[in-house]
DNA sequence: CCGTGTTAGTTGTAGAGACAACTTTGTCGC
DNA sequence: GCGACAAAGTTGTCTCTACAACTAACACGG
């Protein structure tokens, strides 16, 4: 038997689905007018600034930017046709493909970033008290536990303890 | 000058953006699996159902439901090939064009309620604690002010007070 | 090593959204 | 009541994503 939403849950449900739905969308926006980039493509750049040798193989990369492989293949390979990335097979598994990112890649980023965190402390962090960040970080780690309880996606989890100790 | 992302603020912001990625994805999943539905086609029909005669103007409906009116119209035309919504000029102004939920819509959205609602509780309500709902309305609708100042799409604004009063 | 199954990734195709251009109707000043 | 501007939708095009089918390479039991 289904349990219908309360007042208080439909409240939170309700908001949080503008947040979902309007969101991605302003990111989207800021950084397509700023740097000509999705967020996603952003975040796949961003990933590769950060790994060892600014390279990953395509499957860590997509545990790290929470995407399918089919979509992330795509991306890479019209990111490559622009000249931010570059792909080269894996010398230990023939199968496998790193992606590298270029210095065009890279200074695409450094260029983009900028106006990409102050459109995230716009949108979101400074209409948050320190403490709703922490409670935010909280409650974002507890839902993705139900989406992903194998950890499959599990980059943005550092453990599972509380984000904010204490 | 740019202020970066303390280790706190950065945990909160990958999470979010994990469960932006996400949860899309699998509320889109179940719908389409059990019902044919897109979430979006789904808030669709439960906006129509929830109003007098259920019945809106495209423009009201894009409002509730956070969507741009290029984007709506596409899909109430595929909603409407499908049986599921009936379009009607209105007759108070010959621009406007009156969406209206058909029995056949009003059945595919009975059916498909119960599992929907389950799908939410499943990822979300029942991972959070009833204190973190009411701290996930507050955030929520802070992050919606930034984000729709006008209250273009305030609809899920019960207005500018805590979601909890007290 | 050979067959079976698994893993890594790519590709084809079809559907959904973004954005801009456009049509039609209403509104308002004069 | 005419002309200019705003509002309400629609339509076309292009891009991106999902899903499924596919290829190629590894693993490993016999």
């Known amino acids: 038997m289904t349990r219908w939403l309360d007042e208080e849950e439909r409240t939170a449900w309700l908001r949080l689905g503008g947040v979902l739905e309007l969101l991605p969308a302003a990111l989207d926006s800021q950084l397509r007018q700023d740097a000509g980039l999705t967020h996603f493509e952003y975040l796949v750049l961003a990933m590769l600034s950060e790994a060892p040798g600014r390279t990953l193989r395509m499957t860590a990369l997509a545990t790290r ?36 990112l270029s210095e065009h890649g890279w200074s695409t980023l450094v260029a983009s970033a900028p106006g990409h965190v102050d459109a995230v402390r716009r949108y979101v962090l400074d209409a948050l008290t320190p403490e709703q960040v922490g409670q935010l970080a909280e409650i974002a780690g507890a839902v993705l536990q139900q989406l992903d309880p194998e950890g499959r996606f599990a980059s943005t989890f550092t453990g599972r303890g509380p984000a904010t100790a204490g």
């Open 65 to 100: 930017t929470n995407a399918t492989l089919p979509r992330l293949s795509h991306v890479v390979r019209r990111l490559q046709e622009r000249g931010l990335v570059d792909r080269l097979p894996c010398p230990e598994d023939a199968r496998a493909t790193n992606a590298r």
